[in-house]
């Protein structure tokens, strides 16, 4: 079963809508079989933790359009005084799919030195590494506009369990699983990296870590509801904990090239 939550992070996802509804970002109906490359309608969240122990997830900034092609923002830092992470880069558009369809997500990370290092929320943990720290992943994201209900027991509070799912193609030795996440490396991935996902209901869970299959008509309401479509930072055993960069090795920047459903 797959884990998308952790101790410290349940407020980062119970916090989603209301955060996005703060920025005011313009919302798709219809008009577009995919999202527009557009850096003003992609935000940025983040968190860090406050003196007292709270998490602060809240949203960042809006990307920057590429002139070229695509979206970009620069990693936070998360060995500063006050470490910083990034949990997801989000666009709000309402569309409706069916398991045919295919999710596709072309990035590209890069940095300002080869050894500029990643570091991922340490809250995670570090599953089957010989270190403390993991450098963090980044993988699809949807999130859907089911009524709320109460089954997310993971959570708590109201929500429904089948509004959140995170693509996780069962794990390979590739730094792309297969197609399914990327796992940061340092000095960036020297090139683009293509994640693409059908909506298989075996290749997505949800915010509890249960898969489609195990609920195939709760998994095809979903994706007849999508509301937002994003991307989702997480280390260790968690999918949205966040990433950061260590400022002491140098910088980084993540580019969405293209993100289309087809």
């Known amino acids: ?15 989603t809508i209301a955060a996005v509804a703060l920025l005011s970002l313009a919302g798709v109906a219809n008009a577009d079989s995919s999202p ?19 998490l602060h997830f809240f949203p960042a ?17 998360a060995t500063s005084p006050s470490p910083t992470y990034v949990n997801f880069i989000l666009n709000t558009f309402t569309t409706s799919l069916i398991e045919s369809n295919t999710i596709t997500a072309t990035i590209r990370v890069t940095t300002s030195s ?13 599953p089957g590494a010989s270190t403390s720290t993991c450098p963090g992943t980044v993988r699809l994201f949807i999130q ?35 197609g399914s996440y990327y796992l940061f490396t340092t000095g960036g991935s020297g090139g683009t990296v293509t994640l693409s996902v059908p909506l298989n209901p075996s290749d997505w869970s949800n915010i509890c870590g249960q898969f489609g299959t195990s609920n195939l008509p709760a998994f095809d309401s979903a994706i007849a509801n999508i509301k937002y479509v994003a991307l989702s930072f997480g280390s260790g055993f968690f999918f949205s904990n966040g990433v950061g960069v260590d400022g002491t090795t140098g910088t980084a920047t993540f580019q969405l090239i293209s993100y289309t459903i087809s």
Not at 1 to 15: A, E, F, Q
Not at 67 to 73: A, L, N, Q
């Open 114 to 126: 080869p050894i500029t290092t990643f570091v991922g929320n340490p809250n995670g943990g570090c």
């Open 61 to 77: 900034t809006h990307a920057t359009t590429i002139p070229t092609g695509g979206v970009e923002f620069p990693f936070p830092d």
């Open 36 to 54: 527009r490359m557009v850096g003003s309608q992609w935000a940025v969240f983040e968190e860090n933790t406050l003196p007292n122990g709270d």
């Open 1 to 15: 079963m797959g884990k998308s939550y952790g101790s410290k992070t349940k407020l980062t996802l119970l916090s």
């Open 144 to 178: 859907s506009n089911l009524p709320s209900d109460g089954s997310a027991f993971c959570v708590g509070g109201n929500k429904n369990v089948n509004n959140y799912w995170w693509s996780n193609t069962p794990v390979t030795a590739t730094l792309v699983s297969p």
